[in-house]
Nanobody, 114 residues
């Protein structure tokens, strides 16, 4: 089992920045991929970014060039630096990890005002 705790959400004006963090605990030795999804009101959960244990990254087209995902393997944390935020980035952001199974955090709200 892996437990995930997110932090760093909040309210920001368009063009601003936020940094999300996620700390993993439990069976962390088996974690391969760490990343983020988001879910806006009335929409399906969508992929945002992921990073492997080796540091390879993938991003959704909608956030490329604006968001940066990083990972600290020693601390079992993953962070998402979000710059140039847009109102359409408003969503609940969920941290996830892939190990023997997929585990999810409870989510953190990000609201971008226009």
């Amino acid at each position: 089992q892996v437990q995930l705790v997110e932090s760093g959400g909040g309210l920001v004006q368009a063009g601003g920045s936020l940094r999300l963090s996620c700390a993993a605990s439990g069976s962390i030795f088996s974690i391969n991929v760490m990343g983020w999804y988001r879910q806006a009101p009335g929409k399906q959960r969508e992929f945002v970014a992921r990073i492997t244990s080796g540091g390879s990254t993938n991003y959704a087209d909608s956030v490329k060039g604006r968001f940066t995902i990083t990972r600290d393997n020693a601390k079992s944390t993953v962070s998402l630096q979000m710059n140039s935020l847009k109102p359409e980035d408003t969503a609940v952001y969920y941290c996830y990890v892939e190990s023997r199974a997929m585990y999810w955090g409870h989510g953190t709200q990000v609201t971008v005002s226009s």
